[in-house]
């Protein structure tokens, strides 16, 4: 019980000393000695599930999550606190591939009620990903309705393909930069096939573009989800392996989620809307201190003591000094 209290409070104590130099992973910055000892505030989005409502995709009352624990660089780290959606708005992009099939025009009063449908306060882009930069419909804003009015048919068009998706991907995790701390995310519906090497289409370890906005995105904190959906270029078994592991490898490594319908494209995207509502419901943001200062990629994992949940979170992030 002592131990227990003195933990509390140095961990109220900590809470209060850097209450306002709490920063995503992008912004960690180096922070007064803790006795002799540096550390940094990290902040990451973690996604928090009982294996149950994964199983039935339904979101159910929640399971205590147990005793969290941040293990960096395989050194344990102290938590200083989880913020869950009820405090911390959602800021959420939705970038569109312009070159897609004709039939995702299909979707896309689907994809506007699901928007309708964000929690009061979140904050909606709008964006389309084609040839040269992207192109913007809608930049952040709390007016559900004006976000879901912004989406617009697209061309299908081979003349508008992006070389790659993940340069648009980058672009779009710019635009995180002018918005306040909070859950950030990046719903991507594209193919996932990156051209920017050449003809054929880069696989999941060897495209430089998905590397950039893979450790982008871990440095600013954003859970990338993608949807998949086939282009209009018909490309081959390969090509659409290649582009669907892509898409795989930025959602796990950036604590978000791919949702892929075999090799075609989902008649209806409702099925992935429900289990993209329960992923965002049970976001968190995760802040702790981190012991260490060395520039470069550290490794990141979160675990529970209650073995029936399960932890989405970034696999790691990019430590930039000063």
Known sequence: MKNGLIRFLLLASLAVTFQAQRTFAQEAQPTPKVGKQKVRIVSIPISIFSKRELRKGEQE????????????????QTILSIRNNENVPLSLAIVIQ????????????????FIRKLPKGSRVMVAYARSGAIQVRQKFTVDLEKAAKSLRIIPSS??????????????????FDSLPTGRRAILLISDGADYSRGNQAASPSESIELDRAISTAQRKSVAVYAFYFGSALNPNSQTILRGQGCLDRLADETGGRAFIYGSSSPISFNPFFRDLVLALNRQFVLTYISTHF?????????????????????????????
């Open 61 to 76: 009352e929640f399971v205590g999550a147990g005793d969290l624990s941040v293990i960096e660089d395989g050194d344990p």
């Open 294 to 322: 060395k520039k470069g990629y550290h490794k990141l994992k979160v675990l529970s003591s209650n073995p029936e949940i399960r932890i989405e979170h970034p696999k790691g992030y990019f430590y930039r000094k000063r």
């Open 158 to 175: 081979n003349a508008l393909s992006p070389l790659s998706p993940y340069a648009s991907v980058s672009e779009v995790l710019d635009r």
């Open 98 to 113: 312009d070159d897609l099939e004709s039939e995702l025009n299909l979707q896309t009063k689907d994809i506007a009620t």
